[in-house]
């Protein structure tokens, strides 16, 4: 398997810097302004557009991105791993999976932002969230494992019309607000980022780096 070189993983950690700091002011911002004027309008522009024929479709897309689906996903992925014999990688997988559950909880808690519903808290959206920290990690396990390019190339593409197409589906059926999509993006790929470094890290652990 491959790991990040010293730049690579520097640059890793500048993201992870970045993120953190713009998670954080996306946090300040809420707290300040619950809704703002880009929620409300971006909700009476969604909602003006809603179709009844894709009222079904957009709720399976929303399905998507639960638990429902990236859980069985990451098992399979755990197995796939211990049979190559990356046992503490396949290990690690779902128990990331437990933590990004975690600190979700917590920062819906610590926020304390309603869904447009007013049902629960909305931000950072976990639907968002999830989808975002699964891409991240598959496009990393795909280069570690040294998948073709094609392979690479059509994944990160797919993953990033995954993440955004969840993230719509999230404000189409009127679960969460913009800023609570935008909210899960930067602390999916926060959380990502740290997740790939430790992940490098056992990695590197396990065997000599190519």
Sequence with gaps: MRRLDRAQ????????????????????????????????????????????????PMHAVSLLGSGYVLLPITLAWSVVLWRRGQRTLAVSLPAIGAGAALTLALLKWSVGKPRPTLRGYGFPSGHVFGVTVFVVLAVYLLWAF???RRVRRAAQALGILYVLVVGYSRLYVNAHWLSDVGGGLLAGILFALVMMLVMDRQIASSGPSR
Aim: proline content about 2%; charged content about 20%.
């Design 9 to 56: 993983r520097r640059s890793a950690r500048v993201c992870v810097v970045l993120a953190l700091a713009a998670f954080v002011i996306a946090v300040i911002v809420v707290r300040v302004e619950t809704v703002s004027s880009l929620d409300a309008g971006t909700k009476s522009l969604v909602r003006d557009g809603r179709s009844l024929a894709l009222a079904a």
């Design 146 to 148: 040294d998948a073709p």
